[in-house]
């Protein structure tokens, strides 16, 4: 039941922040749906996951959206009303009943039989502690049976930072001489 | 800007979160969370002190060169793991073949690095991010 309240939540949630015009409060909104999304994770047992979602997806990404809007402005450019396609609401019906036609064929929520469960879960969930010595299971797939992939992610970190600082930091040599004194 | 209430509380949160987010790194083998989450709580530690005090003071913390360095510097450690293992005699990252003998102790020691690697990267490139972002085109930050 709770899941079903925070799902409309969600949704409720997505519409507004696709609907505002106003730039940062579509920001906050969008944390909001992070936040809920994250309690989504925590009924799920899926904790970890819930606190990436909660520090990246509430966190971060919200302070990076406002600090992008302070160089580009707050108000959504104005939208021309005659432009708007008559097709989009039928494609979106046709997207959701495509959608909802492929869970059909899914298996149940938590399923023991389901073929997620059946592969390489038992082993993680039997043997993981003796072979890695960490009794957190998510630590113990990303660290070690999945150590490539989380060296991969951080190095995609590293390079995105460091992309970022190639393009918008400025050396002092190549800056102008300011005419004014800046705060 | 200044306000006496946002800085005062901040003065005093901003040391609980940085321990949280220590906290949280160094957990990460026995509860939720890891490197990564913590990296990021460690992370807003330094934006939010940036927010409240101005970029410029933030940089007085962290400066460029230091969260430039400590970027690679995690990445590297978790590379630099994986070699050591090579160097012992294992595969690449095969944490048991740190220490032959211990292989139980070497893995949980090998996965502890790795997540205080990801944690280093993750928390300066957040703080870089933003203090780029929120003075784009400035030098001093």
């Known amino acids: ?183 | 800007m200044h306000n006496v209430t946002i800085e005062a509380v901040a003065r005093v949160l901003i040391p609980f979160i940085q321990l949280f987010g220590l906290y949280v790194i160094v957990h990460g083998d026995s509860g939720p969370g890891g490197g990564f989450q913590g990296g990021v709580i460690l992370g807003a530690s330094f934006i939010l002190h940036a927010i409240v005090f101005g970029a410029k003071a933030g940089r007085k913390r962290v400066s460029q060169k230091v969260s430039d360095i400590l970027s690679s510097t995690g990445v590297l450690i978790y590379g630099g793991v994986g070699v050591a293992a090579m160097i012992a005699g294992g595969m690449y990252l095969e944490y048991a073949a740190l220490s032959p003998g211990h292989a139980h102790a070497a893995s949980h020691y090998g996965i502890f690095a790795i997540e205080v690697g990801v944690g280093i990267t993750v928390a300066a490139v957040m703080a870089t991010l933003f203090f780029l972002f929120a003075a784009r085109g400035r030098s001093d930050v």
């Open chain 1, 1 to 183: 039941m709770t899941e079903i309240i925070l799902l409309f939540l969600l949704i409720i949630v997505a519409f507004a922040a696709v609907s505002m015009r106003n730039l940062v409060s579509a920001g906050m909104v969008l944390a909001v749906y992070s936040l809920l999304m994250a309690l989504i994770w925590t009924r799920l047992n899926a904790v970890d996951v819930a606190f990436t979602e909660a520090s990246v997806g509430a966190g971060i990404t919200t302070v990076l959206l406002v600090a992008c809007l302070s160089h580009t402005g707050r108000k959504e450019a104005p939208r021309h009303k005659q432009r708007r396609m008559k097709f989009i609401p039928v494609v979106l019906l046709l997207t959701v009943l495509a959608l909802v036609y492929g869970t059909l064929g899914m298996p149940d929520f938590g399923d023991p039989k389901a073929p997620a469960n059946l592969h390489v879960a038992p082993r993680y969930i039997e043997q993981s502690q003796d072979e890695t010595a960490v009794t957190n299971m998510v630590t113990a797939v990303l660290a070690s049976y999945r150590g490539y992939d989380t060296l991969g992610e951080t190095t995609v970190i590293f390079t995105a930072g460091a992309a970022v600082v190639l393009m918008l930091r400025r050396r002092r040599r190549a800056e102008p001489k300011p005419t004014r004194e800046e705060d």
